[in-house]
């Protein structure tokens, strides 16, 4: 199974600051990578796919690089309805395995 | 609009069966390829299964001859038949659309929560 690691495991930012999450494959996954949002008793929310493709609906302060093994997701300009989790999704193979999550914190 | 709505869970003892509904409106699940993703408690998420659109499913090892993954065109209704029930199994349940086929989990229902105890 192709393993996805997350870093860092939890951060803290404050409102206006930007926000950088990265995320490792464990083999070459190509940008076959999803981020998603999840808050607390809600079920998650596609962010961005194929490593850089906006959802629709996502705000444009959202965004996704990378490719290979190793893919960032940035926040620029956090709002306060950006603090929650974040995981990371590969979609190479089976399983499709999640990253661990990046929790984002108000400072 | 499009929407899914998980029911089913529930608390069942240890060796047990349940089975999971998803109910699905503003498109056709058997056109889909429809997954189960569950939530332990205070932790990830771990994908469990899919159903492709012309029938073939996967699983995840830790699921696999224990779960069944399955839909139902008159009712537009995914369902997730879980037999033989471990501690391990307990998690809130989501069932996901698949975007891009099954590469992407959008859209998500509320999830459903599984409790197993002894």
């Known amino acids: 199974d192709i393993q996805m690691t997350q870093s860092p495991s939890s951060v803290s930012a404050s409102v206006g600051d930007s926000v950088t999450i990265t995320c490792r494959a464990s083999q070459n996954i190509s940008t076959w990578l999803a981020w998603y949002q999840q808050k607390p008793g809600k079920a998650p929310r596609l962010l961005i796919f194929?490593?850089?493709n906006l959802q629709s609906g996502v705000p444009s302060r959202f965004s996704g690089t990378g490719s290979g093994t190793d893919f960032t997701l940035t926040i620029s300009s956090l709002q306060p309805e950006d603090f929650a989790t974040y995981y990371c999704?590969?979609?190479?193979?089976?399983?499709?395995?999640f990253g661990q999550g990046t929790k984002l914190e108000i400072k | 609009e499009v929407q899914l709505v998980e029911s089913g869970g529930g608390l069942i003892q240890t060796g047990g069966s349940l089975r999971l509904s998803c109910a699905a409106s503003?498109?056709?699940?058997?056109?889909?390829?429809m997954n189960w993703v569950r939530q332990a408690p205070g932790k990830g998420l771990e994908w469990v299964s899919i159903i492709f659109s012309g029938g073939s499913t996967y699983y995840a090892d830790s699921v696999k001859g224990r779960f069944t993954i399955s839909t139902e065109s008159s009712g537009n209704t995914l369902y997730l038949q879980m037999n033989s029930l471990r501690a391990e199994d307990t998690a809130v349940y989501y069932c996901a659309r698949g975007k891009w086929g099954s590469r992407w989990f959008d859209p998500w229902g509320q999830g459903t929560l599984v409790t197993v105890s002894s």
């Open positions: 503003g498109f056709t699940v058997s056109n889909k390829y």
């Open positions: 999704q590969q979609a190479n193979s089976f399983p499709h395995t």
């Open positions: 194929a490593a850089s």
